[in-house]
Nanobody, 121 residues
Framework: VQLQASGGGLVQAGGSLRLSCLAP????????IGWWRRAPGKEREFVAT????????HYADSVKGRFTISRDNAKNTVYLQMNSLKPEDTAVYYC???????????????WGQGTQVTVSS
């Protein structure tokens, strides 16, 4: 499964960005998709995840109420809408796929290349 993350960029604090994770192929709609991020000098951090049908979502406490994960299986795409961005959200954001279809049901075996998000103060 080839995952392609896009949509990153430079934004001022308080602004918004929408990340996309595209995965061509018919199996995409059966996978749970998650977003992680890694800031410079820090460990990779979980951000959000969504089940294969979009019915089950989970968020890190640090982004609850600000970020929203969603998916459009017809477009083989998962989105991460990020609002009220803070400088501490600056990181490379990665999407990953779990073939079990359920968040935390299995392992996130497939990873995209990452997209840089930079939030200026």
């Amino acid at each position: 499964v080839q995952l392609q993350a896009s949509g990153g960029g430079l934004v001022q604090a308080g602004g918004s960005l929408r990340l996309s994770c595209l995965a061509p192929g018919r199996t995409f709609s059966t996978y749970a998709i998650g977003w992680w991020r890694r800031a410079p000098g820090k460990e990779r951090e979980f951000v959000a995840t969504i089940s294969w049908n979009g019915a089950d979502t989970h968020y890190a406490d640090s982004v609850k109420g600000r970020f929203t994960i969603s998916r459009d299986n017809a477009k083989n795409t998962v989105y991460l809408q990020m609002n009220s961005l803070k400088p501490e959200d600056t990181a490379v954001y990665y999407c990953a796929a779990d073939p079990s279809g359920r968040p935390w049901g299995g392992e996130y075996d497939y990873w995209g290349q990452g997209t840089q998000v930079t939030v200026s103060s």
